[in-house]
């Protein structure tokens, strides 16, 4: 049970709707964990103009920030990290003397959960399916480790944009088999709980080098083209893993304290598989 008090420190996350966001239960037990005295809230909003000014008068230490605010946000601040401008979305508020910064920890998180697999992204071949806010996050991490970034997307216009923004290659779906990848990232919410049995795009040659295939999806832990993936002998990264990764970079932001990975892990995927038990029930 958390004791409130005068110095109990205050977070959270906006967006809107947020009923479905595991940030406050992973959040939660890792200040518990780590004997921070602080909170972590559920501010739905579907308006950000005060969120701001807000944080400041209200003396809220950090916010997340997620769909669909990411972008509009940036307005608001008074300063963006590098990595966050170039993206031109954040995912993360900190209250720091006076001033409110946002930061992108999606990237970092993409990229941490790629490189406990693969060391050096260097020259690698990086297929992203998607060019929504998660897959120009990933897309602009890649490209700074100094991957071959080429993007794929269902709509060509869009997907078209982002790479030429990025100096990446684009191949539509039809196309797709020509990038020959080492890594694919499926940045799409194809597969998300309850359609669980959908994939954004399958075709055979894309798993023929038996590239790394990792998902930003991460309910169900284990999406149907992660399966069919494995199935195909490629090694695969759960989307929990990259949401853990981006929340434990958070988590380090605000408390300048080393985050509890391993812990805010087990309870995501614990809570995870809980949930969906007691669907099926
Ligand atoms: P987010 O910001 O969460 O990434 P988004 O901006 O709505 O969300 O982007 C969603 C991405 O998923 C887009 O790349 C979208 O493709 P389009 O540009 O063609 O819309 C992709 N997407 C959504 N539904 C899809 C589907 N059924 N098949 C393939 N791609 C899909």
Not at 67 to 96: F, G, M, S
Not at 130 to 156: C, D, H, P, Q
Request: net charge positive; glycine share 6%; charged share 30%.
């Amino acid at each position: 049970m958390v004791k409130i008090n005068p110095d109990t420190l205050v977070f959270g996350i906006i967006g809107y709707p947020l009923s479905h966001s595991l940030s406050p239960i992973m959040h939660n037990k890792a200040f518990r964990h780590k004997g921070i005295n602080a909170v972590y809230l559920y501010f739905p909003c579907k308006k950000i103009d005060g969120v701001v000014s807000g944080m400041k008068s209200l003396s809220i230490k950090g916010l997340s920030v997620t769909i669909p605010h990411k972008e509009k946000i940036c307005e608001y601040l008074d300063k963006i990290e590098p990595i966050a401008e170039k993206i031109k979305a954040v995912n993360t508020l900190v209250n720091k003397d006076g001033l409110v910064i946002g930061y992108n920890t999606d990237a970092y998180g993409a990229i941490r959960a790629v490189k406990d697999k693969i060391k050096e992204l260097q020259g690698k071949r990086a297929l992203i399916i998607g060019a929504g806010g998660a897959a120009r996050a990933i897309a602009f991490a890649l490209k700074e480790e100094k991957a071959y970034v080429i993007i794929s997307n269902r709509t060509k216009k869009r997907g078209e944009a982002l790479a030429k923004e990025i100096d990446a290659e684009f191949l539509p779906f039809s196309d797709i088999k020509r990038s020959d990848p080492d890594i694919i990232i499926q940045a799409t919410s194809v597969g998300m709980y309850p359609e669980v049995d959908k994939v954004p795009v399958f075709l055979e040659e894309l798993f023929r080098k038996r590239p790394l295939v990792m998902d930003i999806v991460y309910n169900p832990l284990e999406t149907k083209f992660l399966k069919m993936a494995k199935e195909r002998g490629c090694e695969v990264i759960p989307g929990v893993e990259m949401f853990v990764y981006q929340g434990a970079r958070q988590f380090e932001i605000w408390t300048e304290e080393k985050a509890p990975v391993q812990l805010m892990k087990e309870t995501v995927v614990s809570f995870l598989k809980g949930e969906r038990d007691d669907k099926r029930d």
